[in-house]
């Protein structure tokens, strides 16, 4: 976990008052089943957003990741995932993963942070896949945020 995304981590906590699991493993095993790390076996899928985040009173969980690079400077696998037309099938997977983990009552919402020069690029890449359930936050913001309560 890098600097970036562990202010994101700090900010989701002090701010939002939400509970992280970082590095959160989405696995299915050799029968298309959801499993843990430690379950024995193949797996035949796997990804792994910077955080799994909960709003415990809302019930909703986020689906975390940190871009800190421009968008062509190695697209991350999980914006990818959420922002190409023809990967709906990843996007169920992972939803039906975390509702098996975290249980089906919780909604399940995507989040990004990217810095403030890529927010638009972002929201056209989302638009033009017609996913428009993702929450775009800029970096800058959330240095702001952290920059006013630090000692």
């Not at 796997?46 to 990741?65: E, S, T």
């Not at 939803?95 to 919402?109: C, D, H, S």
Request: aromatic share 12%; hydrophobic share 40%.
């Amino acid at each position: 976990m890098d600097l970036y995304e562990q202010l994101v981590g700090i900010y989701l906590t002090l701010f939002e008052h939400l509970a992280l699991v970082p590095q959160f493993p989405v696995l299915f095993d050799a029968q298309g089943n959801p499993c843990f790390e430690e379950s024995d076996g193949r797996r035949s899928y796997g990804a792994y957003p910077d955080y799994l985040a909960f709003d415990i009173k809302k019930r909703q969980a986020q689906v975390v990741q940190v871009r800190k690079v421009g968008a062509r400077g190695g697209a991350l696998q999980l914006t990818d995932i959420l922002t190409s037309a023809n990967a709906q099938p990843d996007r169920e997977k992972i939803v039906t993963y975390i509702k098996w983990f975290a249980g089906e009552e919780f909604a399940v919402n995507w989040r990004f942070f990217v810095r403030a020069q890529n927010v638009k690029t972002l929201e056209d890449r989302l638009q033009e896949a017609r996913q428009t359930s993702a929450t775009i936050t800029a970096l800058e913001d959330v240095f702001e945020k952290l920059k006013k309560v630090m000692p």
